[in-house]
């Protein structure tokens, strides 16, 4: 029989004393974890219900808790480009934009750092491909062709890194991913040029599959990745069936977010469902007369869009037609892609009327618009080809 002398029973108390302070240390790691990861989902609930203030005071700190993490930079610059895109004074959209690169450069080589002490860190290669992934937004608004090839050069070597395995897989980067597939076809010659040759062939169906997937299972990017497809298969599927349910639930939850329920009114319109889709208008029409925050005066243009929209759909295109003029009225930056959708709807009106050599004209002053790209270019490419014929709605 062994006896336990002072000495033993002192080795076996450090032992346990050691291993409690590993666990208590693996849980305190864990718990700093889930709190960090908690503060960018907050920071990412607020950015989307515009309470712009509080979502960077969330990601700040989460910024603060781990300062070394790539992650919390790298959404500070997305909410700075979300920030740059929803602007409505130009100094300020510039002062947004210059934040955004300055973060982008900080999760670069935050990730870098992490990266090169473990090349397995699936989370620094998300980081790092989410920052790419705005400044080449950035790069493409900006006609930066030098660096749109520098930033996709490794980028989708960074996006196969960051999705993990092993039952601890990234779900949030197919969202990235499907951007990819899903709009290479989209872009413009050159800018899919380099894409093409530095990332990876434009897969239309694969894009809509992995967006699908991010939205079903993603975590921090779950709602972009609805949004996304609520757009998508708006605008460019044309299926608004499809795209209805998630902009119900993105309405329902942001009710806060304007564009949200522009979404929803639009979608109702192309599904021939004018009654709500002009109670929406409506609401948004006495919000921007009252001044409801976040509703301001300057989305009138973009309502004056919506309702031209409603009224095309129902064919009624004299009254259409006043409210595209209308939109057309306001030059502004911030509302480029308003009038390339109102040149676009009055060139489909001349071809509904068969008023062909009209309808190019304003498909030609589509393209024309400066900050204008999006699915409405792609609509006035595609009829200056071939005639606009309207179509039986699918419910």
């Known amino acids: 029989m062994k006896i336990i002398t002072s000495k033993n029973l002192f ?10 302070l590993h666990e208590t240390k693996i849980e305190a790691m864990e718990l700093q974890l889930n709190t960090f990861h908690s503060y960018l989902r907050q920071g990412i609930d607020k950015a989307f219900n515009l309470e712009t203030a509080d979502a960077y005071a969330c990601i700040k700190k989460a910024v603060d808790l781990e300062p070394e993490n790539p992650t919390g930079y790298a959404f500070l610059a997305v909410l700075h480009w979300f920030s740059s895109e929803m602007s409505f004074d130009i100094k300020d959209r510039d002062t947004n934009q210059e934040a955004m690169l300055s973060y982008v450069k900080e999760s670069l080589a935050k990730g870098e750092k992490r990266i090169k002490n473990n090349p397995q860190d699936n989370q620094a290669y998300f ?15 900006q006609k930066h062709y030098f660096v749109l090839a520098q930033e996709t050069s490794n980028i989708w070597d960074y996006l196969e890194k960051a999705k993990g395995g092993n039952g601890n897989q990234n779900y949030d980067t197919y969202f990235l991913m499907g951007l990819f597939h899903y709009h290479l076809k989209h872009v413009s010659g050159i800018i899919r040029f380099l894409s093409s040759a530095l990332i990876i062939p434009g897969s239309h169906q694969k894009g809509l599959q992995e967006l699908e997937l991010a939205a079903k299972k993603g975590s921090l990017l779950k709602d972009l990745a609805q949004a996304e497809l609520s757009s998508d298969y708006l605008n460019f599927e044309k299926q608004p069936a499809k795209a209805l349910p998630f902009a119900r639930e993105l309405n329902k939850k942001f009710p806060n977010n304007y564009n949200f329920l522009f979404a929803l009114s639009s979608i109702l319109a192309d599904l021939h469902r ?3 889709a002009s109670g929406i ?3 948004i029409e006495k919000n921007i007369q009252v001044c409801v925050p976040p509703f301001v005066p300057q989305l009138q243009t973009r309502y004056n869009q919506l309702m031209g929209r409603i009224l095309f759909n129902q064919e009624e295109y004299d009254r259409s037609v006043e409210y ?3 939109a057309l009225k306001d030059t502004s930056f911030y509302n480029a892609r308003v009038r390339v959708w109102a040149f676009v709807r009055l060139g489909m009106i001349h071809d509904v009327r068969k008023q062909r050599i009209q309808a190019q004209e304003y498909y030609s002053k589509a393209l024309e618009v400066e900050g204008g790209e999006g699915a409405a270019r792609i609509e006035a490419k595609k009829y200056l080809i071939s005639p606009y014929i ?3 709605v699918k419910s």
């Open 127 to 141: 980081a790092m491909a989410l920052a790419k992934i705005v400044k080449i937004q950035w790069a493409i608004h």
């Open 390 to 392: 309207p179509a039986q």
């Open 281 to 283: 208008a409506k609401q």
């Open 324 to 326: 595209f003029q209308n």
């Open 274 to 276: 004018f009654e709500e």
């Open 11 to 20: 080795l076996v108390l450090c032992s346990f004393c050691l291993i409690f």
